[in-house]
């Protein structure tokens, strides 16, 4: 069969998950033309990737979905969203709340949002069909990929048995943890095993729903038992009163066939109840993090550069974050206004970003629970072990506030001499370099978020003078830059800083009070990837 090849197309992305997908929306909102290839015609039903976080639906928010995103959610409204830990069973009267996400709301512009991912992806596939900058070919499985010095091509074929060649500038493999283009871009990954097979259940109960109703307002729940070790048994609701799934590890040599399913769920439930399978599943529990997030022309994102067990609700808001910090970034090289660095930037940045959320929150979770069911016992001493378990409940909202992913160790951001990126840190109003920009109201009425636009943004705060040099150094360098003058009141002067510099991204990349001519420039310089 006669291989057929396109003209070049600037980026081809392989993988029409969420991830890829919202890369290709978040390009074409910016101009850039893209293919993407994605092997199945519709999105498969299985039920994972449910949270979305505060900054997540951000971008939802800028691509023109939130409002549908929020219509397909498969649990009403008015029910929340937010999960329990549950020690021994959930009814064994031990439990807090748990991953509590509404307690960092007013530090970003929009509210989190809970639905399976399927339904994620749907609403993307519908965003996407809309923006005539991108072709969606759906049925297409990569077959390789290649790179010169020139650009990339990309083989595809369909089930029909049809091949064609794609040729690009830039190639984003968004192809999962076992990633065809990572692999031939010869990217290699670091893992750490944790010797667990575990079973993923989707199963349909009425009568789960009914038990939990002393739990109202709960969309998940994390199940703590010491012969577990620190590992969970997590319950969470695809809708609700019907539709369940459930993580638990099980012995290695599990089968569909020679394992009692129903049993682990009465235990770790507390009782028994009415159970209809509809899905089965194994996947193995271990962490893999790409050494590096690209290769020449191409790159990698969401679970082709980095995988980790679904505990805390990361995976796919890590993913759509890889993608938005790439996408300005290719847009950028593309359009001409880009400097030599920024393209290793996002490497840079999102690479050790995920490091620290695999290190510091999942393993670190695993960790502390462990250490807490080896060192308190019920059975061994009550007193003890309710002292501790209440002590727990700060330990939770804790948690939520400490993941702040920034990137102050990055080079093309203005932060602290010696910092790291990473996703340790703390929210603040205040305006800081390498950090997310907390929303504040205009005096217009709109908020910042409202007026930022797609490229660099200039707040400016009783500081039209060095508003002219930003201007200026822009217009030399050929990049977009918006200006947004306010006063230094109503909320605002909580940034503290009189011009806020923001990257596309909605990231800070420089905050302070003054600037000369040469420094404006020097400052934008570094913030597109030019020596400073």
Known sequence: MRMMTHATTPVVIVGGGPVGIGLAIDLGLRGIKSIVVERYPEPQRIPKGQNLTQRTMEHFQVWGAEDALRAARTIPRDYGIGGLTAYGSLLSGYS???????????????????????????????????????????????????????????????RNGGKRTLRADYVVGCDGSRSLVREQAGITQTRSDHDRLMVLLV???????????????????NVLHPELDGYWKFFGRVDLGSTWFFHAPVPADTTRDNFDFKRILHEA????????????????????????????????????????????????????????????????????????????????????????????????????????????????????????????????????????????????????????SSAIGNHAYAARAGHHLAPQPLSSGRNVFEELGQGF?????????????????????????????????DGREQYEARLILVRPDQFVAWAGDDVSGDEATRLLRRAIGRSA
């Open 96 to 158: 807090h709340d748990w991953l509590q996400r509404e307690l960092v709301r007013p530090f970003y512009f929009t509210d989190n949002e809970r639905l399976p991912q399927y339904a994620t992806e749907a609403v993307l596939r519908r965003r996407a069909a809309e923006i005539e900058s991108i072709e969606l070919l759906y049925g297409w499985t990569c077959t390789a990929v290649r790179q010169d010095a020139d650009g990339a091509e990309v083989e595809i074929a369909d």
């Open 457 to 489: 943004a200039l707040v400016a705060l009783g500081a039209d003078d060095a508003t002219f040099h930003f201007a200026q150094a822009a217009a030399e360098l050929r990049m977009p830059l918006k200006v947004i003058n306010d006063t230094a009141a």
């Open 269 to 420: 439930a507390g009782t028994e109840f009415d159970i209809e399978f509809e899905h089965i599943g194994f996947w193995d529990l271990r962490f893999a993090i790409a050494d590096s997030y690209r290769a020449g022309r191409i790159f990698i994102a969401g679970d082709a550069a980095h995988s980790h067990p679904p505990y805390g609700g990361y995976g796919v808001n890590s993913g759509l974050e890889d993608a938005v910090n790439l996408s300005w970034k290719l847009a950028a090289q593309l359009q001409g206004w880009a400097g030599a660095g920024l393209l290793d930037s996002y490497s840079a940045e999102r690479q050790p970003v995920f490091a620290s959320t695999a290190r510091d929150f999942i393993e670190q979770s695993i960790l502390t629970d462990r250490d807490f069911l080896r060192r308190h016992d019920p059975a061994r001493d009550r007193f003890d072990f309710e002292a501790a378990w209440r002590a727990r409940q700060s330990g939770a909202r804790a948690e939520v506030n400490a993941f702040e992913p920034h990137y102050e160790g990055s080079p093309i951001v203005w932060g602290t001499p010696g910092a790291v």
């Open 203 to 221: 199963f349909r109960s009425t009568g789960l729903h009914e038990l939990l109703a002393r739990y109202p307002g709960k969309s998940f729940y």
